[in-house]
């Protein structure tokens, strides 16, 4: 496009301020700006933009280094991103300019120009030069520097954005045309450096690269790179004054010598009047001046390199200087290794190696190698050899640099067995970065879980967990900081989305700083992947657990989201009548029902998979009585039934799985509750013997009726098709009571007294043993024994007359018919009258179901703000440029990233470093919550995300 200079003051009849010029162009940014570096930098962040964190974060690190001022801001004022080398020069840190708006940082009476400037900008599409401003901002640009602003388009030609940098002054010039030296370094026959007035050396002649031993590399390196800080400071000196032409003395120092010279500075202008470049010019310097500088300096190399170093006679092949690198490498003394010659360092059998190692196309400064030579105790060591030709006080010579590598060599011969030990593994074997991406994989992944290694590359490991086992990696390997290795169980899905028990080693490795780096994980399958189907003892087929707890995750989704809506709509009437207030009950008596249901069969399929593991802890029975009463609470208060205790040992303490001892109970508990007949029911716990404790259940004030022994004996020892048909209960909630029993080493058992049954119940070991023999359904059928009572105490009326317990053990003491808590003022106890407000609450959701995010939308509808994004990629955008004050994340979310590495990222972002995330799944097992939290989120929720589940955590994490 034709380039235009409109001057933008002028149109808009506003005075010229500070003597600045404001040009429009609207020609392309390659014909305005020149630098290729800084050309790449804008064509990556309009292929990235808008930003990723990840992308951000790589922008800001290329555009720190450069030497311009270099910002994006948004279309509104606002800086996105700016450089050190901008947030510098207004005496602050780039992380605290991002989201401030431009025009805190300029003088009131400039800041209409410059919204004149963003208008114009936005409206035309095009770039705007700014030349000779004074504000706070551009207040250490050079004179020969000016502003660039050129907008940031999306694919529909919409401005979304505008950059700003400095560059040299310079009308845009024709595409190839630039400014050439102005001779050619031929017809200089001294030593002569052209740099720019940045200090940038451009070019130099031979003659000057000969006398500082520097070659074409330095080419487009800084001047320090090449001279000391005296002569930097005079080069300074001259770019600031006006003369053209100054001449400088200078001594040069080699080694322990000082040759004094001198040079000078000429200045080299373009047809416009701007400085291009300097020229340096060196006197020439006498053949003898130059040898003994080139002799020195050798000399000094020599001395402080930790390479060894031996300059030998090309003709003699003696070795004419060695320095002490070399003799410390070869184990001979100085002189005497001046008395030898290049053969002595060779075995006979190796001269060969060294007619090789002389050969003259071998002069090329390139390490070659290795090659053997042989040490004065006659051992051998493996060398890598540079070589260049020089005089050397006067003889034709050689110097070499030599390199030890036997070590490098031996760690290469033990590479190669690794490599081949992990190709060749019967194991999968992964290497991950420290965050657990997958960087290598072995081709055992493909037998095991059928992936390719494309399938797996830059892929997160968790992403091969099952989703319940997602935060024991992070915790135990990923989060853990552990610097040892650690060995897991561990479920992993295949390429069909079956669970696969495995076994995974995992060793950080650390860097050398002592830091982690990276991780190998060795992982053994155990066992093959479970079929879909299996034959049972009659021939028939049965669906397996894996089967039906694919099942189960597949159904939760639309189950939660048709409980969420029956119960909105429901509230939606402003006034319903008796029949709807029935039906609605009815919903929600069915909807608890379906979710206890779904609840314990995907309790018991984790189980029947074996994927989960029983975590031993030390429980004491008085810490957990309160959460078995309000677990049952509800199911009592329903039916009209008095929950009361029996006999409870204060002191009892016993070691099991904590989670698990209270899902059993509590089903034990709601069993009775509704077989039972009569007004009451009574849970005991207390000593059994010296290894094991008992939890009884009785319906009667001194005995358990004949009713409700039945009905819990066949709960425990049928089969489930019989209970159903009997009790209407649930097959799942069956199996898993009689699962619960069997994992946790219990037996049910009958109390007797005087030949009466007095109480039904478990006995549990008080040392839980996971090597111990678990039992089975068959070993359950109870075998009463009359418990023979402890001796009566006359002072004692209300003691217990049960088996003792430990010696140490205070007596079991009985309470008598004890209620629960009721109600007060229709508020449970401890619940507060308050509504929690959350008007000033914003919130971003991310649920990869549509449904689920129109009924949270629903459900808090009270919230200031509620933001939607179905991945974490589209969730990434809204989190740059909104601030929510809390995060409800789903654990299953489409793209790359689930919800615990979505968590990993957020927690690093300045702005939601102390943001909470609430963690939300379509089910809750046991233990599942304290694990996420201990990931890092600081709630955890089961669907669906009701508001007043949510309001109850918001509630703890506010208060």
Same mark, same amino acid.
């Given at each position: ?12 009849? /506003?005075?010229?301020? !500070? ?14 700006? #020149? ?12 292929? +990235? ?31 996105? &991103? ?52 004074? /504000? ?41 045309? +630039? ?5 050619? @370094? ?30 074409? /590399? ?13 002569? &930097? ?11 053209? @032409? ?51 300096? $050798? ?24 320095? !002490? ?28 190696? &060294? ?24 051992? +051998? ?111 992993? #899905? ?39 189907? $299996? ?58 029902? @379906? ?9 018991? /399929? ?74 009451? @029911? ?20 001194? +005995?358990?009726?004949?009713? &409700? ?135 971003? $959701?991310?649920? !990869? ?33 909104? #601030? ?16 615990? !590495? ?58």
């Amino acid at each position: 496009m034709d380039k235009k200079n409109i001057n933008i003051e002028q149109e808009n009849n /506003t005075p010229n301020i !500070d003597g600045s010029r404001i040009k429009v162009f609207t020609a392309d940014i390659q014909e305005i700006v #020149k630098d290729e570096a800084i050309l790449d930098i804008i064509k990556k962040i309009k292929s +990235s933009f808008p930003f990723t964190f990840i992308e951000k974060s790589n922008i800001q690190r290329i555009i720190n280094k450069l030497d311009n001022f270099f910002w994006i801001k948004e279309v509104n004022g606002k800086y996105i &991103l700016v450089n050190e080398k901008f947030a510098g020069a207004i005496g602050v840190r780039n992380s605290q300019l991002e989201n401030k708006f431009e025009i805190d940082f300029i003088p009131p009476f400039q800041r209409n120009m410059f919204n004149i400037m963003n208008t114009y900008i936005i409206d035309t599409s095009n770039a705007v030069i700014l030349e000779g401003i004074s /504000t706070p901002v551009f207040a250490n640009l050079s004179r020969n520097e000016q502003i660039i602003q050129f907008p940031l388009l999306d694919v529909d030609n919409k401005v979304v954005a505008i950059i700003g940098l400095s560059a040299e002054k310079g009308e845009p010039e024709e595409k190839g045309s +630039s400014w050439n030296m102005p001779v050619q @370094l031929e017809q200089f026959k001294e030593p002569v450096l052209f740099a720019d007035p940045k200090g940038n050396v451009l070019d130099f002649t031979g003659g000057f690269a000969e006398i500082l031993g520097i070659d074409n /590399t330095y080419k487009g390196k800084k001047l320090e790179e090449v001279f000391d800080l005296k002569f &930097l400071e005079k080069f300074q000196r001259f770019i600031e004054k006006i003369d053209e @032409l100054e001449e400088h003395p200078l001594t040069l120092e080699a080694g322990s010598r000082k040759i004094k010279t001198s040079l000078t500075f000429k200045k080299n202008f373009d047809d416009s009047g701007v400085l291009r470049i300097v020229q340096i010019t060196f006197p020439p310097i006498t053949n003898q001046s130059q040898t003994e500088i080139k002799s020195t300096m $050798y000399d000094l190399i020599m001395q402080t390199s930790p390479d060894a170093i031996f300059i030998y006679d090309i003709d003699t092949l003696k070795f004419l200087e060695v320095n !002490d690198a070399a003799v410390k490498m070869y184990g001979y003394k100085r002189n005497e290794l001046l008395n030898m010659d290049l053969t002595d360092l060779y075995a006979p059998e190796d001269i060969q190696t &060294l007619i090789e190692s002389s050969d003259s196309k071998n002069l090329s400064g390139a390490f070659t190698g290795p090659w053997r030579h042989k040490k004065k105790d006659g051992s +051998s060591v493996l060398v890598e050899i540079s070589k260049a030709s020089l005089e050397y006080k006067g003889k034709r010579a050689h110097i070499n640099i030599v390199r030890d590598v036997t070590e490098k060599v031996e760690n290469s011969k033990k590479l190669q067995l690794l490599q081949a030990a992990f190709e060749n593994s019967s194991d999968i074997i992964l290497l991950t970065d420290n965050d657990g991406f997958i960087t290598y994989v072995n081709d055992e992944i493909t037998k095991h879980l059928g992936y390719s290694k494309k399938d797996l590359e830059k892929r997160p490991f968790l992403s091969l967990a099952v989703d319940s086992e997602r935060a024991k990696v992070n915790k135990e390997i990923f989060h853990s900081g552990n610097r040892k290795p650690v060995s897991i169980s561990l479920e992993l #899905k295949n390429y069909s989305n079956e669970p696969v028990q495995t076994t995974v080693f995992a060793k950080p490795i650390l860097n050398f700083s002592g830091d982690i780096d990276s991780f190998i994980l060795v992982i053994k399958r155990e066992g093959e992947t479970p079929q879909m189907r $299996y034959e049972n003892a009659e021939g028939g087929q049965v669906i397996d657990s894996t089967f039906l707890s694919n099942v189960f995750h597949e159904i939760l989704t639309p189950i939660n989201v048709i409980l969420g809506f029956t119960q909105e709509l429901y509230e939606s009437i402003s006034t319903p009548n008796s029949e709807q207030e029935e039906v609605a009950g009815i919903i929600k008596e069915n909807q608890k029902v @379906l979710m206890q249901i779904m609840d314990n069969a995907v309790e018991y /399929t984790a189980i029947e998979q074996k994927a989960i593991q029983v975590k031993k802890e030390n429980v004491r029975f008085t810490d957990i009585i309160d959460e078995l009463k309000n677990n049952v609470r509800k199911t009592a208060e329903d039916k009209g039934l008095e929950l009361a205790y029996g006999k409870i040992s204060s002191s009892l303490t016993f070691e099991t799985d904590q989670q698990r001892f209270i899902s059993l109970v509590t089903l034990l508990l709601k069993f009775s509750v509704q077989i039972t007949k009569e007004k009451s @029911l009574y849970f005991s716990a207390y000593g059994y013997d010296n290894d094991t404790f008992f939890i009884g259940i009785r319906d009667q004030r001194s +005995s358990v009726s004949p009713s &409700l022994l039945k009905g819990l004996q066949e709960i425990i020892s049928e089969n489930e098709n019989a209970v159903r048909k009997h009790f209407g209960f649930s097959r799942f909630s069956v199996r898993l009571l009689q699962k619960l029993i069997e994992l946790l080493g219990g037996k049910p058992e009958v109390v007797k007294k005087g030949g009466q049954p007095v109480e039904y119940g478990i006995v549990f070991p008080i040392n839980l043993s996971l090597k111990e023999t678990l039992i089975t359904r068959k070993d359950a059928e109870p075998e009463p024994e009359e418990i023979k009572p402890a001796p009566k105490k006359t002072e004692e009326k209300k003691r217990s007359k049960a088996v003792p317990v430990q010696e140490e053990e205070p007596a079991v003491e009985e309470i008598e018919e004890e209620e629960l808590p009721k109600k007060k003022n229709g508020h449970a106890a401890g619940e507060e009258n308050g509504k929690f407000d959350l008007s000033g609450f914003s919130c971003i $959701y991310l649920e !990869d179901q549509v449904d689920s995010q129109i009924l949270f939308k629903s459900q808090m509808k009270d919230l200031k703000k509620i933001d939607c994004a179905e991945s974490f990629e589209k969730a990434l955008p809204l989190l740059n440029n909104n #601030k929510y004050d809390f995060i409800v994340m789903d654990i299953n979310l489409q793209g790359e990233y689930n919800g615990l !590495d979505a968590l990993r990222i957020i927690q690093k972002m300045p702005a939601y470093q102390k943001t909470p995330v609430i963690a939300c799944t379509a089910y809750l097992l046991p233990g599942a919550k304290e694990n996420f939290v201990a990931a890092g989120f600081r709630d955890f929720i089961s669907k669906p995300v009701m508001r007043d589940k949510l309001t109850d955590s918001l509630k703890k994490i506010f208060s």
